[in-house]
């Protein structure tokens, strides 16, 4: 069946550093990406996402390509803020449903 | 536009009590709705599918008689746990789709329900 395997936390970054998530998925069809965060005592928000291979999702300086020969959609940020930390969900939409990985927590340190 | 609003946001009660946990789509029309339960430092987990004037559709393992969904209005659907005990405090959150469609199976998702039963 349809799986999305995120990168374990937790992730700790001083501020202004590079960030990567990994993210990888197993899907039939052509599904949808999304990449979700949730900060502390909040709802989860949509990030940003990409409908289909080559498309790049990106948001509050975030990015992520839908790779559909590596089967990825990693996350990236070039330089990350405190404000940044939160805990962050990849997921797949395919069959009318979402697929969710682990999350991984994301801590910035000023 | 496209928010989704949850009642109460948090709630405590004693075991053997039933809590029920309202989800309301407050700018758009919801012919589907989603229940999920996310436990500490863990992903999403889907319980049941809720769908305007008919059944829910619960996931395997999750117990329909213990989490009784209705649906409704196209605005709202509720999650009632029954005679809840103390593993059943989690934290639950409902999602919805646009009824006009989203192609790309977006859902928009509530604040979530802190649940803690004693």
């Known amino acids: 069946g349809d799986s999305v395997t995120q990168m374990e936390g937790p992730v700790t970054l001083s501020e202004e550093a590079f960030l990567t998530i990994n993210c990888t998925y197993t899907?039939?069809?052509?599904?949808?990406l999304f990449w979700y965060v949730q900060y502390p005592g909040e709802g989860l928000q949509l990030l940003l996402k990409?409908?289909?291979a080559d498309d790049k999702g990106s948001n509050k300086g975030f990015e992520a390509t839908y790779r559909k020969e590596t089967t990825s959609f990693h996350l990236e940020k070039g330089s990350v803020q405190v404000s940044d930390s939160a805990v962050y969900f990849c997921?797949?939409?395919?069959?009318?449903?979402?697929?969710w990985g682990l999350g991984t927590s994301l801590a910035v340190n000023p | 536009g496209a928010v989704v609003s949850q009642h109460p946001s948090r709630v405590i009660c004693k075991s053997g009590t039933s809590v029920k946990i309202e989800c309301r789509s407050l700018?758009?029309?919801?012919?589907?709705m989603f229940w999920y339960r996310q436990f500490p430092k863990q992903s999403l987990m889907l319980m049941a599918t809720?769908?305007?004037?008919?059944?829910?559709?619960?996931e395997q393992g999750v117990e329909k008689d213990k989490f009784l969904i209705n649906h409704a209005s196209l605005t709202l659907s509720t999650l009632t746990v029954t005679s809840a005990h103390p593993e059943d405090s989690s934290f639950y959150i409902c999602?919805?789709?646009?009824?006009?469609?989203?192609?790309?199976?977006?859902?928009?998702f509530g604040p979530g329900t802190r649940l803690t039963v004693l």
């Open positions: 899907a039939t069809g052509y599904p949808s």
């Open positions: 997921a797949l939409g395919n069959n009318r449903k979402l697929i």
């Open positions: 700018d758009f029309q919801a012919t589907t």
């Open positions: 990409a409908t289909k």
């Open positions: 809720s769908n305007e004037g008919s059944k829910a559709t619960y």
């Open positions: 999602s919805a789709r646009d009824s006009r469609g989203t192609p790309n199976n977006e859902q928009f």
